[in-house]
Structure formats: structure tokens, C-alpha cells
């Protein structure tokens, strides 16, 4: 039977427009699973069709590819496209496309469409594909799905690609993800090389692709095309512009344009304003930021709440008054921003730098308003606040303040207002006058923190104003009308020191009756002042049995307080002078790095050694016994050292037997009614 020869003409090819000659050179496979159809290739003796392929977001003209019917005996390298792998037939005749047609943009690192189409797509009629394509790219643009829908278009239905196909395109670049300013060049480039002219439309896509990713040079050059054309950049298009330039980091034309928008009266969108802010922040512009925003409010548009709660923040962290007191009266006096505890510290530390009582004042109200209880620091920043603007009534009302909400002043809290006084010589009585108009005209109870910070003013002042003292006396006297739990020892420490700084022993021994009187129990602090009053007035048996009352409770001696002590002893040859100058607290130093050992602990050590266990100095070198010690030492310094150690152990038992001696084990601190002593100072 004579076998009918096939005749491949157009009809045949319209038919079965998938079919290639190499199909029936290549032997089926019947045991494998069918492969998708191969892509498209053009016959040798087939007539000339213009058949248009889809490759890598362009469309190439197929009817520049030369016919290639011969199958491929080598491998196709594996392409690196991160796109999902090709059928062997589809690589195969990929790469006889991506050879025969150099100059198309399907070079080596594109690849052709996805054959594999979803069903909703393929199914649907070429209007509601155009429709569709429309949508998806005025939406959502995505670039695969766009993809498939123009491969459905061009490849399957043979629609010839037109201007709007290349803009939606170009328009599938805005993908956040996927989109390139490389693939718009291109796709600009085949336009141009197709003999299609890009309209304004087209041209703005592209502006709008280098708005997510942008070109500086692709830019210019799709300007430069639009001036030539005669073609009016558009609304949208000033925004493109500007946000690729703020995608650049270029604000100074980025501000440029935006004013050159506001001269042509172009509405700036939401999201234009939005992002300039956002940019602008975060170079620390916080002057053109409070001007755009105030010229925004002046014409009436609205702003996010998320974009005024960031200014807030982001303004008060850097410091800037203006931005963050506009903020804070349009939003949050207002009751349209809550903002946080930590942004609210950062408006209150602002507020305290530049001596804004307005401001302060203003977010105490808004922790009033919302229940929020302030910190410590908040009413540190609040006080301070007030006395950078000098008014010390306010001060000593916040201080109240912490009083009645159970937070206790520390010294961060009446350090700037001492401060303020001493630096503006304000007069301490003036100040005790306030805190009684507090009590009496505005029922507020006074803490002590307040007396304390005017006995410590006293206690400055005291030393070139001997009269201060009296005053302070009488201050104290009128304590228990203010504070009714009496005066703590802080309060006492502070008039003490002003009694000694003003010469006056009898006032400060009055104080140390009243303390002994009330129970007040005094501190190491409250012993040093006391024996130096004494060592001043040349007592120095009273100084050295309050040094004696020190060491039983265990308290030691301030760095300083030793030093003075040490000082004024030496000045006498009173045996309590030279009792108190040579006592072992006083005598001790700080503890060098080598220090001697006793005579006990080396043995333990030369135990631990011998047992392989050697114990380690705190710094890291190991413990010296004294023989050690005397090893490294020449004779003459290990006669001294001998020598001062014989001294030590006798000082230290002459102490011990004068103890016994005297009865000093057995004497008790009761005030100054031991007997009169001939400088006025009693023990």
C-alpha cells in the first residue's frame, strides 16, 4: 500500500501550529509520559508567517529567527534563570532561539514563557484577557502572571503585540520583588527596534518602574524623550520623579521638584507627603520636616496617625524643640495621639533641656488625663524643667507632689534647685517662705526633702556668713510645724556641717542633743562631723571618744574626713591627738596589689602549695608569705620592714591596755552632760 506523502503548507501549519519536522526525525516514546509540545519553529519549506514570541518580559519577532529543522545532538547547558526548569524539547529549541536571534533582549540570562498556563487563563476569550491584563497591572502588578497572559495572547492566539502590551510590561516591573530597571530598558530598546512608537502612557510606566527601582540615567533619558515629543509630564509623573529621587537619597531635587509641583499647583498625594517625611526623618531634617508639615496643616489635608506618632518619637530623640512641640499641641493635647511612657520621657528630657514649662506641664497633664504614674525621673525632668526658668515655687510643688504619690526624692530630685539658689543667690529665707504658703495657702504636705535642701543651701552659704547659722537654728525650731515626723539624720548631717562651716560649737552641739534626745540614730556621717567640730575647738579627748563610739558601730571613716583628722592631730602633742592620730582605722591605706599577709595565713598557704594547690591573689598573682617577701629584699629594707611591723604591734597593744586601763570598753555616748570642758565643747 503506497504511502500518501504529508504536504506541510500554511493551512497544515495553522492547524497544528505546535507541529516541527524534528518530531518525526526523534523516535516516540511509549513508555515515558507525554512532554508538553515543543515551542514554536518554522519549517524550511513552510511560507514566511509572523509568528510572535514572548521572551523574558519582551516580545521577539520570530520571523528574525533562521529556520532551524535539524535536531540537536548536544546537550543544552542548564540555565542559571531562577525561573522553574524547561522540558528538554522546550530547552532544546530555547536554545536554538536564544542562538539564532542575538540581538533580541532573549539572550542568555532570559528565558521563554511558561507553557503551563493556569486553566482560568487559557479558558477565557482574548477581551476579557485584554481586560484582564488591563486589571492586573493597574492593581497588582506581578510580573509572572502578567506573563501568562500575554503568553496566552501572543503565543497561542497569535495576537501581534501592540504598545499597550509592551506598557503592561513595563508596568509588571513595579513588582517589589522581581521588577528591574534592566528588563524596561529592554523592553524600551525592542519597542523602538519594532517600529513601535512608545506613547506618553508607556513612558510614564517606565517612570513609575524606576519610582520602586530606580535609574538616575534611564530617568533622564525618559524625560529627555518626553521634552522632545512635546509631551506634558503628568500629575502622577511628578510623583514618579520624586520618589525615585528620594529612592536615591537625592533630597535636595527631591525637594526641588516638590516645590516646582506646589508652583504648578499638583496636588502632592498622600503617599508622596508620607514618604518625603519618612525620608527626611531619617536624615535628622527635622526643620524642613516641621515646615512641610506645617505648611500641610495650613492647606487642610490630613496626615496618618502613624506618620505624627513617628515624628514625635523620632524628634524628640534628636532633640528638636519645634517639631516635637508642634506634634505634641495639634495631636496629642488634642486627644488624637497617645503616645508611649518612653516617648513621653523623651518630650520631658527636651522639655528640661531648652526650659519648657509649657511643654512639661502639658505631659504631667496627659499622665493626669490617661492614669499613667510617673517615675522618679519624670519628676526629676520636671523639676529641673522649672528651675531653668527660675521658678523654685513650682520646684518645691513637685516635690510635694512626690510626697503625696508615695515616690521618694533622691538627691538627682533637690540637687538643681540647691543648685539654682546658690548659682542665683537666692535667699534661703524666701525659699522657707514658700514652703509655708504651700502649706498654708495651698494645703500641701511638705516633705522632708524640701527642709533638706535648705539646710543644705545653709550649710554652703554658712561659711562666709557666720549669721547664716542662727538662721538655720531657727529654721530648724519651726521644722515640726512643716513636718510634723520631725527631721531625719540627713536633715541633721546638713544643719551639723553648717554649725562647723560658721564656727558655731555651741549650735552644733544643741543639734547633737536634740538628736540624742529624739532617737534620731546618727551615721558614720554624723561622727565625722561631730569629731571635727571637736578636733576644731581643740577637744581632742571628746573627738577621740566619738572616734571610739564610730568604731563600735562598725561605720569607717570617709577618705577625706581621715585625711583632715590625720591633719589636724598633727598639729598637737595632746596624748588623745596622738592617740586618735596613730589608731589603726585611721593609719590603714588603701590595699596595694602586694600586699603584706598576717603570720597565720601563710601557713595555710604553704599547706595548699605544698598539696599543689596555691591560692590566687583577687588581681591574679598568687599570695606572698612574709619569708617569701623577705626573700626579694635587701638587708637595709628588710631591717625597716621588720622594724615597722615591732612598731605597729606595740601601738596596737598600748591601745588595748589604755582601753583596759580607763574603762573605754564601758563608756557610752549620751550627749555633752559629762562635764564641762574649758572650750565650751562638753563630752
Not at 522553574?84 to 529549541?93: M, R, V
Not at 542568555?108 to 493556569?118: A, D, I, K
Not at 526633702?449 to 554658712?462: D, H, K, S
Not at 519651726?478 to 560649737?505: K, Q
Amino acid at each position: 500500500m503506497s504511502r500518501r506523502a504529508l504536504v506541510f503548507d500554511g493551512l497544515w501549519y495553522s492547524l497544528c501550529p505546535s507541529f516541527s519536522l524534528s518530531t518525526l526525525s526523534r523516535p516516540a516514546p511509549f513508555l515515558k509520559k507525554p512532554r508538553p509540545p515543543p515551542a514554536f519553529s518554522v519549517a524550511a519549506n513552510s511560507p514566511r508567517r509572523r509568528c510572535y514570541k514572548r521572551k523574558a518580559g519582551g516580545f521577539v519577532d520570530l520571523n528574525k529567527i533562521t529556520d532551524n529543522t535539524a535536531p540537536k545532538t548536544s546537550k543544552t547547558k542548564p540555565s542559571t534563570d531562577p525561573g522553574p526548569p524547561l522540558p528538554p524539547n522546550e530547552a532544546s529549541n530555547h536554545e536554538q532561539d536564544a542562538t539564532s536571534a542575538p540581538d533580541s533582549i532573549a539572550g542568555e540570562h532570559s528565558r521563554p514563557l511558561s507553557r503551563r498556563v493556569p486553566r482560568n487563563i487559557s479558558e477565557k476569550t482574548t477581551d476579557d484577557l485584554e481586560s484582564m491584563l488591563e486589571a492586573v497591572t493597574l492593581k497588582s502588578p506581578n510580573i509572572r502572571h502578567t506573563s501568562s497572559i500575554l503568553g496566552v495572547l501572543i503565543r497561542d492566539r497569535h495576537i501581534k503585540p501592540t504598545a499597550r502590551h509592551y506598557k503592561a510590561l513595563i508596568l509588571a516591573n513595579t513588582d517589589s520583588e522581581r521588577g528591574s530597571p534592566d528588563m524596561v530598558r529592554l523592553l524600551l530598546d525592542e519597542m523602538e527596534n519594532n517600529g513601535i512608537t512608545a506613547d506618553s502612557g508607556t513612558l510614564h510606566s517606565a517612570l513609575q518602574v524606576l519610582a520602586v527601582h530606580p535609574d538616575y540615567i534611564l530617568r533622564q533619558e525618559i524625560l529627555g524623550k518626553l521634552r522632545d515629543r512635546w509631551l506634558p509630564l503628568s500629575p502622577p509623573g511628578w510623583h514618579f520623579v520624586v520618589a525615585g529621587l528620594l529612592r536615591e537619597h537625592q533630597l535636595e531635587l527631591a525637594l526641588e521638584q516638590l516645590e516646582l509641583m506646589q508652583r504648578k499647583d499638583i496636588f502632592v498625594e498622600n503617599w508622596l507627603h508620607s514618604i518625603i517625611i519618612y525620608t527626611l526623618c531619617d536624615f535628622q531634617e527635622f526643620d524642613e520636616v516641621h515646615r512641610l508639615m506645617q505648611e500641610r496643616v495650613n492647606q487642610n489635608h490630613d496626615m496618618t496617625l502613624s506618620l505624627w506618632s513617628h515624628v514625635l518619637n523620632e524628634a524628640s530623640l534628636a532633640s528638636h524643640y519645634e517639631a516635637t512641640r508642634f506634634v505634641w499641641q495639634r495631636m496629642v493635647d488634642l486627644c488624637y495621639l497617645h503616645p508611649s511612657l518612653s516617648t513621653c520621657s523623651n518630650v520631658l528630657d527636651l522639655a528640661a533641656r531648652v526650659g519648657s514649662a509649657e511643654l512639661a506641664s502639658s505631659v504631667f497633664r496627659y499622665f493626669t488625663e490617661t492614669q499613667i504614674l510617673p517615675r522618679r525621673e519624670d519628676y526629676d525632668l520636671l523639676i529641673q524643667t522649672y528651675v531653668k526658668v527660675g521658678d523654685l515655687s513650682a520646684a518645691f510643688d513637685v516635690l510635694c507632689s512626690m510626697h503625696d504619690a508615695e515616690v521618694t526624692p533622691a538627691a538627682s530630685s533637690t540637687r538643681p534647685i540647691a543648685e539654682s539658689m546658690l548659682r542665683t543667690r537666692f535667699d534661703h529665707r524666701e525659699a522657707w517662705q514658700i514652703l509655708k504658703r504651700l502649706q498654708w495657702d495651698h494645703r500641701r504636705n511638705i516633705p522632708l526633702a524640701c527642709v533638706r535642701t535648705i539646710a543644705e543651701v545653709c550649710e554652703q552659704r554658712a561659711e562666709q556668713d557666720p549669721t547664716v547659722v542662727d538662721e538655720g537654728i531657727a529654721f530648724y525650731k519651726e521644722l515640726y510645724t512643716l513636718c510634723p515626723g520631725g527631721a531625719d539624720v540627713a536633715v541633721y548631717n546638713s544643719f551639723i556641717r553648717m554649725c562647723r562651716r560658721g564656727n558655731n560649737r555651741q549650735a552644733g552641739m544643741f543639734l547633737v542633743k536634740e538628736m540624742a534626745s529624739l532617737g534620731v540614730i546618727p551615721d558614720a556621717t554624723t561622727f565625722e562631723s561631730i569629731i571635727l567640730m571637736c578636733l576644731d575647738a581643740g577637744n581632742f579627748r571628746s573627738a577621740y571618744l566619738y572616734f571610739q563610739d564610730l568604731v563600735k558601730r562598725e561605720a569607717t571613716v570617709s577618705k577625706e574626713a581621715r585625711a583632715e583628722i590625720c591633719e589636724l592631730c598633727a598639729k598637737s602633742v595632746d596624748e588623745f591627738a596622738l592617740r586618735l592620730q596613730y589608731h589603726p582605722q585611721l593609719q590603714k591605706e588603701e590595699v596595694p596589689e602586694q600586699e603584706l599577709v598576717e603570720d597565720t595565713e601563710p601557713e595555710s598557704q604553704n599547706a595548699a602549695r605544698a598539696r599543689g594547690r596555691v591560692q590566687a591573689h583577687p588581681t591574679g598573682r598568687p599570695f606572698l608569705s612574709p619569708a617569701e617577701h623577705r626573700m626579694g629584699m635587701s638587708v637595709e629594707e628588710r631591717r625597716a620592714w621588720n622594724k615597722r611591723r615591732r612598731k605597729e604591734r606595740r601601738r596596737r597593744e598600748a591601745i588595748a591596755r589604755n582601753g583596759e586601763e580607763e574603762g573605754w570598753a564601758d563608756w557610752e555616748a549620751g550627749g555633752l552632760d559629762k562635764g564641762p570642758a574649758k572650750d565650751g565643747v562638753d563630752r
